[in-house]
């Protein structure tokens, strides 16, 4: 690759990386040092880390098993609304994991409609609690990112090779094996270690469907480490361990998961000859249609639940709601100040560096950060005076990873077409940015930007470890509703999470994309 005309400073870029790295350091220095006294691990934190293994791969073998038949109806049948739901396969990713336990729970929980259906003809009712129920989640938010990554790459197939299968009057069988099939080989690998690794940093999951000595993650351990028995000791123990785990597994994620598009490109339609009617055409149906309802009514279940809800809410929700703006535009702020310079830097070397770049974020969860910056706040301050600065701080770097993949391919397109011509003005520094790149790359900021402040809106991590009732943000105090059995508030809060979450994506994507129209 030849080096770039246009000349990025490397200070902000490496003083952002470095910066993140101190951080993260610091956390991981904290609980190494609170760890010193051995790894003295009982049976149950041993089975806790049996179980998270075990249903991280369940987790992503079966949502990637069931989102190949789904990808493959997507990819061959044209339908009214197609365009939407593609679109839809995206809502998960954003969506709030608390808001959705809830709507699982309406459906499949013990006085939801399934248990209804069921008690009415006389069966046994079912129990989500436990690996079940863990699985069940896991595949609820899973399922839609493999259909999108197997999808992408089924879509990236030239349309004049399924032109010649049907002049050659190819079965779908063959088509299968001679198109899909090569492409299965490549994204299926990367997508099983990319949703292994979402998994066992999964903690609100766990928190609200697992428990119990049989159902417990290492994350889980780690929080009822710090809140039943303030043993930091063993907390920082199994942070390790939990790092140790995930930073494999991200090793191997970033390794094998291919380039995809986070930002569009999946409503290209490539047209397909195969299976045009008969009995298969009726499979694509039902495989649409079973896929659509398992992501739909979950969340319609939500907003019919929280409607009656939203006016019995108390004030605390209220409070909580403006704690969870206050630390989502916190965190979108910190993101875009360690993520433009760092996608500046990365984007004009002659070296990548994304993949290493992003690597202490998918290896470092958020509760193992949150663990280590409490013990280092512990002895000073209360660490609940700090709880939403930390875990807004902490929330940028847990989407830092996300947002890198977003800005750095906009940055190196931008020099591309721009680059000679701005180094010929001799445009650099603050002009440089402001004059051309930013407004360049503004649909990828106000994605990444969405991006962030959905994920932030939503998490249920480190705020655990701080809060308490002055300092709870809108799913921790969803959470406390429904441990309080206050379940039409709980409703109602969950839709208020739902608005906020999605209004929050929706404003900042609009505000890039009229920026690209506008150009």
């Known amino acids: 690759m030849a080096a770039s005309p246009v000349q990025i400073s490397r200070v902000g870029g490496i003083g952002a990386a470095t910066l993140v790295v101190a951080l993260i350091a610091a956390a991981l220095g904290a609980v190494a040092w609170r760890a010193e006294g051995g790894f003295s691990l009982g049976p149950a934190d041993w089975a806790a880390v049996r179980f998270t293994l075990w249903q991280a791969f369940l987790s ?21 609304g197609r365009g939407v739901l593609v679109a839809l396969l995206g809502a998960p990713f954003i969506l709030p994991v608390i808001v959705a336990v809830l709507g699982i729970l309406a459906v499949f929980g013990r006085g939801g409609w399934v248990n209804q259906v069921l008690g009415h003809w006389g069966f046994a009712p079912l129990s989500i609690y436990g690996l079940g129920g863990v699985l069940l989640a896991h595949v609820f938010f899973n399922l839609p990112l493999a259909t999108r990554l197997i999808l992408q790459g089924w879509q990236g197939i030239p349309a004049e090779r399924f032109r010649l299968a049907a002049q050659l009057g190819l079965t779908p069988r063959i088509v299968f094996r001679v198109l899909e099939w090569p492409v299965l080989l490549r994204v299926v690998p990367g997508a099983l270690a990319l949703i292994f690794v979402i998994c066992l940093a999964s903690f609100a999951v766990a928190l609200t469907l697992g428990g119990g000595p049989r159902a417990t993650t290492i994350e889980l351990a780690i929080y009822q480490a710090f809140l039943f028995d303030f043993d930091l000791g063993r907390a920082a123990v199994l942070s390790l361990m939990q790092l140790g785990m995930a930073g494999g597994a991200a090793v191997l994620a970033l390794w094998l998961v291919p380039q995809v598009s986070l930002t569009g490109g999946m409503g290209r339609m ?48 209220f409070r909580a709601a403006w704690s969870s703006i206050w630390v989502s535009c916190v965190s979108v702020c910190v993101l875009l100040a360690l993520a433009l310079p760092m996608a500046g830097w990365i984007g004009t070397s002659r070296r990548g ?105 939503g998490d249920l991590g480190v705020i655990a470890l701080f809060a308490d009732q002055d300092h709870a943000t809108l799913p921790l105090q969803m959470y406390r509703l429904m441990g309080a059995y206050q379940m039409q508030a709980a409703a109602g809060a969950a839709l208020l999470l739902i608005l906020l979450a999605f209004g929050a994506f929706w404003m900042c994507d609009a505000w890039g994309r009229r920026g690209a129209v506008s150009e």
């Open 270 to 317: 490539v047209r397909r000859w195969d299976a045009p009617t008969g009995v298969l055409r009726w499979v694509d149906a039902a495989l649409i249609g079973l896929a659509a309802g398992f992501l739909l009514v979950p969340l319609v279940s939500v907003v019919l639940s929280g409607l009656p809800g939203l006016g019995a809410l108390p004030a605390s929700v």
């Open 353 to 457: 560096g994304v993949e290493a770049a992003g690597l202490l974020g998918f290896a470092a969860s958020p509760l193992m950060i949150g663990t280590g910056w409490f013990i280092l706040i512990y002895p000073f301050v209360a660490p609940s005076s700090l709880a939403l600065p930390v875990t807004a701080l902490v929330n940028a770097l847990m989407a830092l990873p996300f947002a890198l993949r977003i800005l750095v391919p906009g940055v190196r397109d931008v020099v591309a077409a721009q680059g000679r011509l701005s180094a010929a003005l001799g445009l650099r520094g603050w002009r440089l940015w402001l004059w051309v790149i930013l407004p360049g790359v503004r649909p990828q900021v106000g994605f990444a930007a969405g991006l962030a402040a959905a994920l932030s809106m």
């Open 60 to 80: 992503a073998l079966i949502s990637v098993a069931l989102a190949v038949p789904v990808a493959r109806a997507l990819a061959r049948r044209r339908f009214v």
